[in-house]
């Protein structure tokens, strides 16, 4: 048990997914675990524990922003001794090839700072994903019908940005969405020897301001989530 987490020791399985809803987590453990059970409610974070086609699996909320998901994956590593840690989530489309509904692969997280910055003092830390599980989750996608984007996104310090001309920036080094955790995930693995991936689901479109509704939103994460578990074990 930690400060943030209420699992005792074992209840926390190796591999551990990691939407930023806690209530994301509660429906993809309802979905695709078998024998899910309920290992965290501190402060409503939950998270469960059940099995994916007999491998152990932990799916974690991480609440909102680099900061919070720093908590929980440094409490996952540290105290529970998780190998590999998965992002599910959503993200903001920068690009006008990239389509609502499409599946992102985080290669690399482009940051303007993360909870780690002071740690690296002057160097430019570049993160980025494990690349067998990067490997894993493209083919996936592929043997489901789908084609990921893959390549760098953006993990901003704030949901509400006044900073267009930032925007433009990333558009124009290519980055494929924007979203707030990815950066710090990677960075946290790469210090603690683990694995670790983004894969998301743009769930909306900075340039064309289409987005999602809520109610559809779950429906359409759906192959986020057997794509990052089939990741994970094959």
């Known amino acids: 048990m930690t400060i943030h987490i209420g699992a005792t020791p074992g209840q ?7 939407p930023g809803d806690p209530y994301r987590a509660k429906w993809a453990a309802e979905t695709f675990l078998e024998d899910a059970e309920l290992v965290n409610e501190v402060r409503g974070m939950l998270g469960f524990t059940g099995t994916w086609r007999g491998h152990r699996v932990t799916i974690q909320g991480s609440g909102m922003g680099m900061p919070s998901l720093s908590i929980y994956a440094n409490e996952l590593i540290q105290d529970y001794g998780a190998q590999t840690l998965i992002r599910i989530g959503s993200c903001g489309a920068m690009q006008d090839h990239v389509a609502i509904r499409d ?4 290669m690399s997280a482009t940051s303007i700072s993360t ?6 003092k002057e160097v430019n830390f570049a993160p980025t994903a494990n690349f067998d599980l990067l490997c ?3 083919q996936a996608a592929q043997a489901k019908g ?11 310090d704030v949901f509400y940005s006044e900073r267009p001309d930032l925007d433009d920036v990333m558009q124009r080094h290519g980055i494929l969405a924007v979203e707030m955790e990815a950066a710090e995930l990677y960075i946290l693995a790469a210090r603690h020897g683990r694995r670790a991936l983004a894969v998301l ?3 909306d479109h900075l340039k064309t301001h289409e987005a999602l ?7 359409s ?7 990052a578990l089939e990741a994970a074990f094959s």
Request: glycine content about 8%.
């Open 221 to 227: 994460f759906g192959d986020m989530v057997e794509i």
């Open 103 to 106: 599946v992102i692969l985080a």
């Open 213 to 219: 509704p809520a109610s559809e939103r779950e429906k």
């Open 136 to 138: 894993k989750a493209f």
């Open 115 to 120: 909870p780690s910055l002071g740690f690296f």
């Open 12 to 18: 926390i399985a190796e591999t551990v997914l990691m």
């Open 146 to 156: 789908i084609t990921p984007h893959t390549g760098g996104i953006y993990s901003a």
């Open 201 to 203: 689901t743009v769930s």
